[in-house]
């Protein structure tokens, strides 16, 4: 039987069912090999970023935060400062992808609003906490340094809204002064002027903030050594291992006396242990599997969340270009120290924190002088490395001051420390921080 030609009757419905068949043979092939490609799962994709976003906002709590829904760009503070700052130090232009950013978190002791008054204080607006957080250009790591609020300085001079000068203090006065005294502005203009690094973002938090950010994730787990009776500020905390939350939480990174021998450098330290706890709890596999306790911690974090960051997408790139450091890689550090009576209970910092400022200023990964005091973000609760390794141990002083063969980083024969090593603080260490040990 002869067979038609494409251009005989019939030629062409056989094209058009050849063509099918063709089509579901396709078709039939794609589903053996796995099925038809899948479609995008948004969902899954928002969790991805929020995750990633969680660890620059554990480390600052404030900062790095990525939110989905645009109402929650409504509960920023925004309040650009940049007016008021005087003879700002420049940037150091360093190679990489991104520019390095240095961003001050300040934590303020006021009492006023709902959930602040814990302790029947008045409060004065001081600033209660106040850490640098330097993100490299690489994005390769990332630390925390903390400056201690009795830190003897000369408060330079600060400048209101409207330009009016506030006169410098003249002599010594304590760190947290500057925020009593002009607000988040002066502590900033402090911060360049005394130490010359320029800041390009900052963010404040109160108290009550940081216990809904606790409690959005269940608590966070620390280690008391004994139990702590502080009647005069109504701080009581039993000892052993355990998560913590609400005014128990609070009262931990803010107990100072009948611990830590009374010293605010001491604190911090136990500070930066609970915070690195804080992140290392965000970044569990778990928040994945709980979209509630995402949203629940996110909505407390930004709560009237005092900042310069134009709004939550700017926050939300700075963390993308952030995801890629592991907790391992980020660290916190406080500058060498020594007891002063230039103020009330006070310390001053050493001139060898002046290499710790340069490495922030020349966006360099911490050298081994400041790694074996480091608290990494990795550490177990108590502040004890992840690894053992007997040769980071930190400095049994309690100033912390590095050796005298510390290397100079401005030296270019000087290699670059592994942002990730760090074997956490040695026992001495944290029992004078009040650690377990």
Sequence with gaps: MTQESPTQPGGRARRVATSRADRRRARAARSHRGGRRK?????????????????????????????????????????????????????????????????????????????????????????????????????????????????????????EKDGSEIPGSGGYVKWNEAYATGGPACTIQQFEQTYRIRIDNYVVIDFNQFKDMVNALDGVEVCVPFDIDDDNHNIHLDAGTREIQGNEALAYVRVRYGIGQGIDPNRTRRQQAFIGSMINKALTLGMVARPDRLI??????????????????????????????????????????????????????????????????????????????????????????????????????????????ATDPTDPSDTATDPGSSGGLSSAGREAAGLCS
């Design 39 to 159: 479609a995008a799962q948004p969902r899954k994709t928002v969790l991805r970023v929020i995750l990633a976003s969680l660890m620059s906002l554990g480390l600052l709590t404030g900062v790095g935060v990525v939110l989905v829904y645009n109402n929650w760009n409504g509960n920023l503070e925004h309040e650009s400062v940049s007016d008021q700052l005087r003879n700002r130090p420049e940037k150091v232009e360093v190679a990489g992808p991104q520019e390095p950013m240095n961003i001050l978190v300040m934590g303020s002791d006021t009492r006023s609003g709902e959930g602040n008054g814990i302790d029947g204080e008045a409060g004065g607006g001081l600033s209660d906490t106040t850490i640098l957080f330097h993100l490299s250009a690489d994005r390769k790591f990332a630390y925390g340094i903390s400056v201690p609020r009795d830190t003897a300085v000369i408060r330079p001079s600060c400048y």
């Design 296 to 405: 629940r911690f996110m909505n407390a974090a930004t709560s009237s969340l005092h900042t310069d960051f134009e709004n939550i997408a700017e926050m939300a790139d700075l963390a993308r270009t952030a995801q890629g450091i592991g907790a391992d890689n980020i660290k916190f550090v406080t500058p060498p120290w020594i007891y002063s009576d230039k103020v009330s209970s006070g310390i001053e910092l050493t001139s060898e924190a002046d290499r710790l400022w340069r490495l922030v200023r020349q966006d360099r990964p911490l050298t081994q002088e400041f790694l074996k005091d480091a608290i990494s973000a990795d550490d177990k609760p108590d502040g004890s490395g992840s690894t053992t390794d007997p040769s980071q141990g930190s400095s049994d002083s309690p100033s912390g001051s590095p050796s005298d063969d």
